[in-house]
Structure formats: C-alpha cells, structure tokens
C-alpha cells in the first residue's frame, strides 16, 4: 500500500534543527514529493536502526554515531544526548527559570518537546549576563538544546535514507546531514586581517545595508518571508531584539531572518546570484538567490547558505583571514549543523575588533543586557569564547 509521509511529521522532526536553519517552505515541498512503500520502509527503517547503534559510542552524556554506508551513500548521523528533558531541566534549573519565565511572557509553552521553545532557548546562546555563572549555564542549556533535538533530525536522515531506495523522488541526504568540513580556527596572530584580493566586493556598501536594517526588515524588496509567516509585508518595520532592549516591535519579527539578512547585505556588496536549472533550481546548492516566488534555500536557511558558500568560496582556514563584509556560520556544539548566520561590520587586529551584525537577535556591534540596562560588545572573539564552531566565508575571493 502506498502511504504518503506526513507533512507535518517529516517537518516537525526537522524543526528542531533550529528555526536559523531551516527553510520551512523548502521543507515542506520536499515532504509533498515523497512517496514510499510502507510494509518496505518500516523493515528497512529498522535496520537502518540497528545499522546506527553498531556504529555508536556513548561518552558520558553524549552519544556519538560513526559514518556509515547504505547502498554507496554515505549516513552520517549527528551526535545525541543520553540526558532526558527533566534530567536537563534540574542540572540547568537558574537558566531554564530564566528563559522559561521570559518564554511565558511571549506565550511560548516552555516544554523541551515544543519547537517553538527550543528555537526560544537556543537564541540565549548569543546571550550574556553580568552573572558569569548564570551566563556559562545559560549557554551550555542552549547547547544542550541543540543536542536534544538532534534525535529528531537522525530520525529524519534514516527515514529518508531508507524512503529513497521506494521512492519516486529522492531526498538529498547532503542536505539533511552534518556538516563534514573544516572549520575556521581563531588566530592566535595579534595583526590585521588580510586586504581583500579584489575591489569587486563592495564591504562599504553590505557594512552600510546591515547598519541602514539591523533592527528592520526590508519587506518593501524581500516580502516572501513576511508573506510566506503570514505577515503584514506592507511594513518594514518588524525587528527580534535582544530580551528587553528598548524599540522592539509589536509584534516580533515572526520567522527567523538571520541567513536571508545576511545574504541582502552581501548582494548589497555587489555579490553575484547565481540561479540555473529548470526542475526545482531553488534546491540546489549551486545555486544563491532571491525572488519573491521562491528563494533559493541557500539564500535563507543557514545549513544550505552553509553548503552554498563553502563550495563557492572555500571556507576560511583561519580567523585571521576574515574581514569587513564576510559572512560567518555558527554551530553552537560542533555537531556540524549550522545554527546562525551573521556578517563582519568591522575588523581590527584581532577578533575581539571584529563585530558583528544579524538578525533574530537584532544586533549591530553590540548586545544588550536588560538585568543591568547596558550594552557590550558583540564580536568575533564573542563566539569563540563561547565555545562554538566557526565556518567563515572570504566573500571578496569569489570576485
């Protein structure tokens, strides 16, 4: 019998993965297309199962999964925690209060199992408190999160990876896996960044899109987004602040923004699109662009721009090559799935001279902390010193 997947299953199992890297559309029209033979699936799912496990280890809390061959494809799955939702709420009971009681002012259940409190929680990664203490737990929670949901995401991979041996489209598993590239390791070396190779890029112009929109959105040239989450695209007025920082709007900024602001600012730069093929060309990861029908993955979800990128310019092997204008994703735990997206708005010696701006949270070279009514500097060195995964892009070397 043939069984069409639920929609809302196969995208429920991939909203975990944090709203910075997801493509909801995108999502859901890969889920339309899929077709599979029920009684074959759930045999092949199981083994694919038991396949996994083989190629598992535990270490403490975190279960790590071994890449593995199906049919000359290649499974990799991301790493798991052993740790249950009430285990985790206790060991990191002052940031879920924190966060819980914030997540209540918005109307947001503050259950683990709700995806709209998982992507709540995991934004206080780029969080800081005066409280060093309460700031390290904020951030290993947010972390935790990330890992919480990467069952989901495993589900989704086997499930796909064995739908396609029955199916009448294939899904790209490359799309759905983690990331296996290098990343980009912080310089040790006190001294400028490197010039850019070319002047085609024009950092000037993306550094000053990001400082015109950091706290709006330019409804008015990208609607598909505000159209596509319901809405008003009429206003450009929409913003995700940090928690409490004086000129938010009402309502919130309903979706995610961060890969689709960073790919305005460097199309402001002078960044070519590229857009080719006739079947589904927003699909592919060759491809980068915008139109208001439908964007490329790539320009708006921060795993395919990940994809785009690395191949289109190589990632940057060291921090001391990144600059004004270049874009950046973030992995918060280094399980190779890419959590955010921002760029580079100004470069100085070293990366804690390296600011940074983005979208959802809204920030331009600084973050704000509501405990204490102040403002600290957002930078480069910020994320390292969190303990994330860098991947930079040197946008100027693809002119």
Request: aromatic residues 14%; hydrophobic residues 30%.
């Amino acid at each position: 019998m043939k069984k069409r997947l639920s929609m809302f299953l196969l995208f429920a199992l991939l909203l975990g993965t944090s709203a910075t890297a997801v493509d909801t559309p995108a999502i859901q029209e890969e889920m339309d297309e899929l077709f599979i033979d029920e009684k074959s699936d759930m045999t092949t799912y199981d083994g694919l199962i038991q396949v996994a496990e083989a190629h598992s280890t535990v270490d403490g809390n975190i279960k790590t999964y071994i890449p593995f061959e199906i049919e000359n494809q290649e499974v990799r799955l991301y790493k798991e925690t052993t740790m249950t939702a009430a285990d985790a709420t206790d060991k990191y009971a002052n940031a879920y209060s924190m966060i819980s009681d914030l997540a209540s002012e918005y109307g947001i259940s503050p259950s683990l199992d709700d995806p709209e409190f998982r992507d709540f929680a995991m934004s206080f990664a780029y969080y800081e408190t005066d409280d060093k203490l309460l700031n390290f737990e904020i951030i290993e929670f947010a972390k935790f999160v990330d890992i919480y949901e990467n069952s989901e995401k495993n589900k989704m991979i086997l499930q796909s990876a064995s739908a396609n041996r029955y199916s009448r489209n294939e899904i790209d598993l490359n799309v759905l896996m983690p990331a296996d590239g290098h990343s980009t390791v912080q310089s040790q070396e006190n001294e400028p960044y490197l010039e850019s190779r070319s002047s085609s890029y024009d950092s000037d112009a993306a550094i000053r899109y990001a400082r015109l929109w950091w706290n709006r959105t330019n409804n008015t040239d990208y609607p598909y987004y505000a159209e596509y989450y319901g809405q008003d695209s009429s206003s450009n007025e929409y913003n995700s602040l940090d928690t409490k920082r004086p000129g938010q709007s009402t309502p919130r900024r309903g979706w995610s923004d961060c890969t689709n602001f960073v790919s305005q600012c460097i199309l402001a730069g002078g960044v070519s699109q590229i857009k080719s093929g006739v079947v589904s060309p927003h699909k592919d990861n060759d491809n980068w662009y915008y139109n208001d029908s439908k964007p490329s993955y790539s320009w708006g979800a921060a795993q395919n721009f990940y994809e785009h990128w690395r191949n289109r310019t190589g990632v940057a092997s060291s921090s001391r090559k990144l600059g004004e204008g270049d874009a950046v994703s973030i992995d918060l735990n280094g399980d190779g799935d890419m959590n955010h997206t921002v760029i580079i708005v100004e470069a100085g010696y070293s990366d804690d001279e390296k600011y940074l701006a983005a979208h959802n949270v809204d920030r331009f070279k600084n973050m704000y902390k509501y405990e204490t009514n102040r403002y600290s500097d957002w930078t480069l060195q910020t994320l390292y010193d969190a303990g994330y995964t860098i991947y930079g892009y040197e946008i100027d070397a693809d002119f």
